[in-house]
């Protein structure tokens, strides 16, 4: 009978004669198939387990990551509130803002609003001045001066289509009808007036042009201290302006002819 060791130093001096020259190439015994079958079952569940543990961290860290940047960027220009669906958002939408003028610097101003918010205006060749009802030039925006500015807007930075000198809105009534941003950063909770019945928060169609205008100056002339971002019209034809940069409100509603009715949270 053969040791165990005998048959391993006759395995061992077969596998070195074959590598001798004139022997041939070294011929390797099939793997089992039943052995190759086991490990293949074995490597690819771990394999499937490691690619979803994988993709799972980095799905969860992204949007937490996200989630993060969105909080800290909201937070850092007082932005408070959601907005609701795809259809009734936008970036540089129609929308404004009013208050004094801090600081003028080439083609471009600061706004303080009401509420102590801060907006940066960008001028372009295309925008209109006007001071009071009179048409005037961008020599009128001066530090100090009261101005209406309606432009695309981009969280505080508007991009100036109109700027009026000098706009018929009492800040003082109408700022005080605003509860300004304020750290930790938690919206009021509170209804007034009337909210459409058609209103359901992220619908609506983002309206632009003169309907905006109107909406977002009935809206500042109300409730003063924000920034208009967009302009929707509901299914009824009433709009809902949509502000940032207070706790409250952030939703103003007006009717088809632009008379403040309510607002929320």
């Not at 080439?106 to 001028?123: H, I, L, R, Y």
């Not at 006007?130 to 309606?150: E, Q, R």
Request: glycine letters at 12%; a positive charge; aromatic letters at 4%.
């Amino acid at each position: 009978m053969q040791s165990p060791s005998d048959t391993t130093r006759r395995d061992e001096s077969r596998a070195v004669s074959q590598h001798q020259p004139g022997r041939g190439k070294l011929r390797r015994p099939p793997l089992s198939k039943r052995i190759l079958g086991v490990g293949v079952a074995l490597c690819v569940p771990a394999v499937g387990v490691g690619l979803a543990a994988c993709g799972g961290t980095s799905n969860s860290a992204a949007a937490t990551t996200s989630s993060a940047t969105a909080t800290r960027a909201n937070a850092s220009i007082g932005v408070t509130g959601s907005g609701g669906g795809s259809n009734a958002r936008s970036t540089n939408a129609a929308g404004g803002s009013v208050g004094t003028v801090t600081g003028v610097s080439g083609s471009s101003f600061a706004v303080s609003t009401p509420t102590g918010g801060k907006v940066t205006v960008k001028e372009t060749s295309s925008t209109v001045y006007d001071k009071g009802t009179t048409k005037s030039t961008a020599s009128a925006v001066t530090k100090g001066t009261t101005v209406l500015v309606i432009g695309k807007v981009d969280s505080t930075t508007i991009t100036a289509s109109q700027v009026i000198v000098g706009p018929a809105i009492n800040l003082s009534k109408a700022s005080a009808n605003v509860i300004a941003f304020k750290q930790p950063n938690a919206s009021e909770s509170k209804t007034t007036g009337t909210i459409p019945s058609s209103y359901k928060q992220g619908t609506g169609t983002i309206v632009s042009g003169t309907t905006a205008t109107k909406a977002t100056e009935a809206s500042l002339s109300s409730y003063a201290g924000g920034v208009v971002d967009r302009v929707v019209r509901l299914s009824n034809g009433d709009y809902e302006v949509h502000n940032i940069g207070t706790n409250w409100p952030h939703h103003v509603f007006e009717t088809s002819n632009f008379k403040v009715i309510g607002a929320n949270d």
